[in-house]
């Protein structure tokens, strides 16, 4: 399956600020899915990211908050913008599928633990 | 729309003990089911999944299989160790290429 990197880990923001999280994928893939896990919580999806068009977002969720580029199939960011202490959460980026080997999978990168104060 | 129902927890138990997570959904379609697992502070980890009805997915000595009829995906592991203690997600495939998560079963394994 694709091995996913996700940066920064973690981090500890003021609030009014905005934090950029970035995926990188080993291999191309089509789709790629920012999901939010807020504490306690199971896991929301945010937005779907294809490469060459612009995002898809899940109700409740804006493009102004969390804009998501997506420049090639390997690689994507979500950003969130204008943080305040409810943005504290869990960001995980996942993809479904390795295009090369044509795996079926969903995995997960290993998540990006924001805490805005 | 699609959904996920499963146990509300935590669950605990002693070592060696039998688990069992109940999980059922409801899809239009049919979905691949999955189960991940999320270990204190990691993120998450594909533990098992099963694509078409009656398939069994197995890892790490963990099972569930697809049963159509009651629309039930159940994790089991007949001998839990301390080191399974984490929070069990069940979630199906939605339409286009979505996930969709139940809430999640805290799971606590005593020496």
């Known amino acids: 399956s694709a091995v996913i990197s996700q940066k920064p880990s973690r981090d500890i923001c003021q609030r009014g600020t905005s934090l950029t999280i970035q995926c990188q994928v080993d291999?191309?893939?089509?789709?790629m899915f920012w999901y939010r896990q807020q504490p306690g919580q199971s896991l929301t999806l945010i937005a779907t990211a294809n490469q060459g068009s612009e995002a898809t977002y899940e109700s409740g969720f804006v493009i102004d908050k969390f804009p998501i580029s997506r420049p090639n199939l390997t690689f994507s960011t979500l950003t969130v913008s204008n943080m305040s202490p409810e943005d504290s959460s869990i960001y995980l980026c996942s993809v479904d599928r390795d295009e090369g080997s044509g795996n079926y999978g969903y995995t997960f990168g290993s998540g990006t633990r924001l805490t805005v104060v | 729309g699609d959904s996920v129902t499963q146990m509300e927890g935590p669950v605990t138990l002693s070592e060696e003990a039998f688990l069992t997570i109940n999980c059922t959904y409801t899809a239009t379609g049919y979905p691949s089911l999955f189960w991940y697992v999320q270990y204190p502070g990691e993120g998450l980890q594909l533990l098992l999944k099963a694509t078409k009805a009656d398939d069994k997915g197995s890892n790490k000595g963990f099972e569930a299989t697809y049963r159509k009829e009651t629309t039930s995906f159940h994790l089991e592991k007949g001998s839990v160790q301390v080191s399974d203690s984490a929070v069990y997600f069940c979630a199906l495939s939605a339409p286009e290429g979505k996930l969709q998560f139940g809430a999640g079963t805290q799971v606590v394994v005593t020496p």
């Open positions: 291999s191309q893939v089509t789709m």
